[in-house]
């Protein structure tokens, strides 16, 4: 004998129904990505724009072009490690400190000894190390990721001024300081763009296109619905954190290319940046979203900012001000967007 249909299956929609109403929701999604992106390449056009007038001459300069995209291309990777951890629910206060103690302790006149294999080994590691730390306090300590950064950003401050002594550890390997030279350039692009290109591009990839990616999306939208679907948490923060660090370990040799030397003053505020341009550029604060091609466009964008503020000699602290107001702009407008899609 025939069994009546349960409610549910009576209130499920048909298969077809479901397909069509994923549909509609992935090009929802897609048009509200088109409509960011583009609304960060006017606002970056228009600052342009605003160099262009203000200071035509310096800013449009092919040398201050190249200086601003090298600028954020050592923010820019440790953007792409902030904007995995922040789409995952998490923060990383640290990324600064662990910059500065990475670029000290890989120009160390014993690392140098080793040329420079030695010093981006000991870069990277370094990164990785820290990285590994906070993934442990968090994961497995169950540490607020607040609390466990901020207590490395403390730690690591603190040992890259021991190393230091509060000196200048200066970079005689000659093929670091070559690979800063004009002539290392390829078709008028500094390799550390290139670098930069590389990472986004590697970060774009396995946020969108792995398992990976799509297990960050979900432990940071609802870590226990993700649980409860297979998913190791604990292991993905841990894996996430690593990530960071590990962006931190090649920022900092960037940092070293760029400077030509290591100083326990590295990477400062360079959290305040990254979070700013992961935010700006629409990864969700609170997680669960994440875009590497937006915060691509946010380090650019404030990298821009910067620039045309000291080629007006605008202080320093209103460079601060103005960027203070463009996080709570930018997280303002999150909140009012309905579940928080801009």
């Known amino acids: 004998m025939t069994q009546p249909a349960t409610a549910a299956q009576q209130e499920a929609p048909p298969p077809a129904a479901k397909s069509a109403g994923d549909h509609g929701s992935s090009r929802r999604t897609g048009r509200r990505w088109d409509v960011r992106t583009l609304s960060l390449l006017g606002v970056l056009a228009a600052l342009v724009a605003v160099g262009g007038i203000t200071a035509p001459q310096e800013f449009l300069a092919t040398s201050n072009l190249q200086l601003v995209l090298t600028q954020a291309s050592v923010i820019g990777v440790v953007t792409v490690g902030m904007t995995f951890v922040i789409t995952s629910g998490g923060i990383d206060l640290s990324v600064g400190a662990m910059v500065a103690l990475a670029s000290v302790w890989a120009t160390t006149v014993a690392t140098q000894e ?3 294999a030695g010093i981006l080994f000991t870069a990277v590691i370094v990164g990785v190390g820290c990285g590994l ?19 490395m950003l403390a730690s690591a401050r603190g040992l890259a ?16 300081l070559d690979l ?13 763009v290139l670098i930069f290109a590389a990472v986004t591009v590697v970060g774009w ?19 226990e619905a993700a649980r409860l ?3 190791d948490v604990r292991r993905q923060r ?54 590497i091609i937006g915060s691509v466009l946010g380090v650019l964008i404030f ?14 602290a209103v460079q601060q001000i103005a960027k203070g107001a463009i996080i709570v702009a930018a997280v303002l407008v999150q909140r009012r967007s309905p579940h928080g899609d801009t």
């Open 114 to 116: 080793f040329g420079f």
């Open 133 to 151: 730390v906070n993934g442990l306090l968090i994961a497995y300590g169950r540490m607020v990721p607040f609390i466990a950064t901020l207590a």
């Open 161 to 176: 001024l021991q190393i230091t002594d509060g000196s200048t550890q200066i970079v005689s390997v000659e093929s670091v």
């Open 180 to 192: 800063g030279a004009r002539d290392a350039y390829v078709l008028g692009i500094p390799p550390l």
């Open 205 to 223: 990839l396995v946020l969108n296109r792995t398992t990976f990616g799509r297990r960050t999306v979900a432990v940071g939208g609802n870590a």
């Open 229 to 231: 679907a297979g998913i």
């Open 238 to 291: 841990l894996y996430l954190y690593l990530l960071s660090g590990l962006c931190c370990g090649i920022a900092a040799f960037m940092l070293i290319v760029l400077a030509g030397s290591g100083q326990n003053t590295n990477g400062n505020l360079y959290e305040l940046d990254a979070i700013a341009a992961a935010i700006i550029g629409g990864t969700l604060l609170s997680g669960g979203r994440g875009t």
């Open 303 to 316: 990298t821009t900012i910067t620039n045309i503020f000291a080629l007006n000699n605008l202080e320093t």
